[in-house]
């Protein structure tokens, strides 16, 4: 019908114009999303199963003598890691004293300062003292040679008035002999007195005459109660030394744990900048009176360490793992078997086939004496080397020869 055409076209020509604008809507903010970045980015990235393989010809692993362990469970006793504390020992401080009142002088190295170190007979004062012992022993034995002198003088007159006697026989022959006996003791006693005053004349009267004070003892000066130029009296207490180069580490235990702790045995000692991981020093456990915290509810446990390579100071704090009663059963190879790369990552080399070896990755729980505690590892009973893993760690990456 001619009425109808023309509403009809104008409602299809704002249907299409309607949809044309919603694709166009649509196709604009779906072009407008913006791209999302990834969080991270991984470069260079090589996985675990296509690492180097080494394959050495046989003199070369003559020359490097590779050696092999497997990867095995043992029952290893387990550790209680704490922090303990480096106290001086018992019996390691020492006394310099005054030997007798007098003033105190600089020794040769200057005047004595806390911390210094000291060895053992290195002179830290020399002492003036008030009246010097040499000027009363040298009268004396001025006196003694004087008296003497005249002793022998009276015994040779004797002696003389004896023999005339006895010549005459006026007088006995044993008076004779007696004056004799007497004429040579006499002279005897002056002989020694006058070499005694011989070797006192040695020293200048007129000089000042000083004792040296040595060090008792090789160690660190802990206190200083005097200097030079200070006057002190007989037997006072100068400075203190402390011998560190043995100390003991005092180690807080929770009494809940102390019984599980195996007692006798040795401590293994760290720093605190080291991992549990480290091998550490050992120390040995030493009897030392009893003490405890009774507001921690510890108990204390002393052990003694060598204090010469890596010296610790009194006070300092470390880490000590104590080996417990109980045992336990763990992947371990032997501690010589693991390298480190340069981000800290603990590594071995697995020997695959005769003089083929491929580096995988370990996790080590802890060190317990030679042997390293796995956690992540390859399966019990790989092959791995124990003797000659940092020669294949050079060879690798380019240090070896």
Same mark, same amino acid.
């Given at each position: 019908m001619p009425g109808r055409s023309k509403p009809s076209f104008l409602f299809l020509l704002l249907v299409v114009t309607l949809c044309s604008t919603w694709s166009s809507g649509c196709s604009s903010s779906s072009a407008e999303q913006p791209k999302l970045t990834p969080p991270a980015k991984v470069e260079h990235a090589v996985k675990e199963s296509e690492l180097a393989t080494i394959r050495l010809t046989p003199e070369a692993e003559k020359r490097l003598r590779i050696e092999t362990a497997v990867i095995e469970y043992r029952y290893l006793a387990r550790t209680l890691d704490v922090s303990g504390e480096v106290v001086t020992p018992a019996g390691q401080t020492m006394l310099a004293s005054a030997p007798m009142a007098g003033t105190l002088q600089q020794g040769q190295t200057g005047t004595p300062m806390v911390?210094?170190?000291?060895?053992?007979?290195?002179?830290?004062?020399?002492?003036?003292? +008030?009246?010097?012992?040499?000027?009363? #022993?040298?009268?004396?034995?001025?006196?003694?040679? /004087?008296?003497?002198?005249?002793?022998?003088?009276?015994?040779?007159?004797?002696?003389?008035?004896?023999?005339?006697?006895?010549n005459e026989r006026a007088g006995s022959v044993r008076a004779f002999e007696d004056a004799r006996a007497e004429l040579a003791i006499a002279e005897a006693e002056?002989?020694? /007195?006058?070499?005694? #005053?011989?070797?006192?004349?040695?020293?200048? %009267?007129?000089? &000042? +005459?000083?004792? &040296?004070?040595?060090?008792?003892v090789g160690g660190v000066i802990q206190k200083v109660h005097a200097s030079a130029g200070q006057t002190t009296s007989g037997g006072a207490v100068l400075l203190e030394i402390t011998n560190l180069s043995t100390v003991w580490i005092r180690v807080p235990v929770y009494v809940g744990d102390l019984q599980q702790v195996a007692h006798g045995q040795a401590a293994r000692v760290r720093n605190l900048s080291e991992t549990a991981n480290g091998s550490g020093r050992l120390a040995t456990p030493v009897k030392a009176p009893p003490s405890a915290d009774a507001t921690a509810a510890t108990a204390d446990l002393y052990y003694s360490l060598s204090?010469?390579?890596?010296? %610790?100071?009194?006070?300092?704090?470390?880490?000590?793992?104590?080996? #417990?009663?109980?045992?336990?059963?763990? %992947?371990?190879?032997?501690?010589? /078997?693991?390298?480190? &790369?340069?981000?800290?990552a603990t590594w071995v080399y697995e020997n695959t086939a005769a003089q083929t070896f491929v580096r995988r990755q370990v996790e080590v729980k802890r060190v317990n004496g030679s042997f390293a505690v796995l956690g992540r590892a390859p399966q019990p009973g790989t092959k791995i080397v124990t003797v000659g893993a940092a020669e294949l760690f050079g060879t690798e990456f380019g240090a070896g020869k």
């Open positions: 911390g210094q170190t000291v060895r053992q007979g290195q002179l830290l004062f020399r002492l003036r003292p +008030f009246l010097a012992p040499e000027r009363d #022993l040298g009268v004396q034995l001025q006196r003694e040679v /004087a008296s003497l002198t005249e002793r022998v003088v009276g015994a040779k007159q004797r002696k003389e008035r004896a023999e005339i006697l006895a002056l002989k020694g /007195a006058r070499d005694r #005053l011989t070797r006192a004349e040695k020293v200048a %009267l007129d000089s &000042d +005459f000083s004792v &040296d004070i040595p060090a008792p204090n010469v390579e890596t010296p %610790l100071r009194p006070g300092q704090r470390v880490g000590v793992s104590l080996a #417990l009663r109980a045992q336990e059963r763990s %992947l371990v190879i032997p501690w010589s /078997a693991v390298v480190h &790369d340069i981000h800290g």
